[in-house]
């Protein structure tokens, strides 16, 4: 049974920066993994995502100044946001698949998500 639980969250004034953390097990049997955020009265969306490792995907509003990342040897995947806005606020969790095709993968193809760590921007 693959667990993710995120860490790093919390409240940070506009332009600075946080590292989210989702610690996955059975880490490397995951080709998908990847952040959603949800705000207030939104809908989730998809940030960032890594597929196989290697191709990144990320929201068009989040390019240039967040960065997905993952480390096998600490079954770890992490997310450097820098120059955050206040609406960047949202509920972030992490999410994963064992299978999936390369590209930006919708919320519904992952089967395994984190309980979320709150990311506030004043």
């Known amino acids: 049974h693959v667990q993710l639980v995120e860490s790093g969250g919390g409240l940070v004034q506009a332009g600075g920066s946080l590292r989210l953390s989702c610690a996955v097990s059975?880490?490397?049997?995951?080709?998908?993994v990847g952040w959603f955020r949800q705000a207030p009265g939104k809908e989730q969306e998809g940030v960032a995502s890594?597929?196989?490792?290697?191709?990144?995907y990320y929201l068009d509003s989040v390019k240039g100044r967040f960065t997905i990342s993952r480390d096998n040897a600490k079954n770890t995947l992490y997310l450097q946001m820098n120059s955050l806005k206040p609406e960047d606020t949202a509920m972030y969790r992490c999410?994963?698949?064992?299978?999936?095709?390369?590209?930006?993968?919708?919320?519904?193809?992952?089967?395994?998500w984190g309980q979320g760590t709150q990311v506030t921007v004043s």
């Open positions: 999410a994963a698949v064992s299978h999936c095709a390369a590209g930006w993968r919708p919320e519904y193809e992952y089967n395994t």
């Open positions: 059975a880490y490397t049997e995951m080709n998908c």
């Open positions: 890594i597929y196989n490792g290697r191709s990144t």
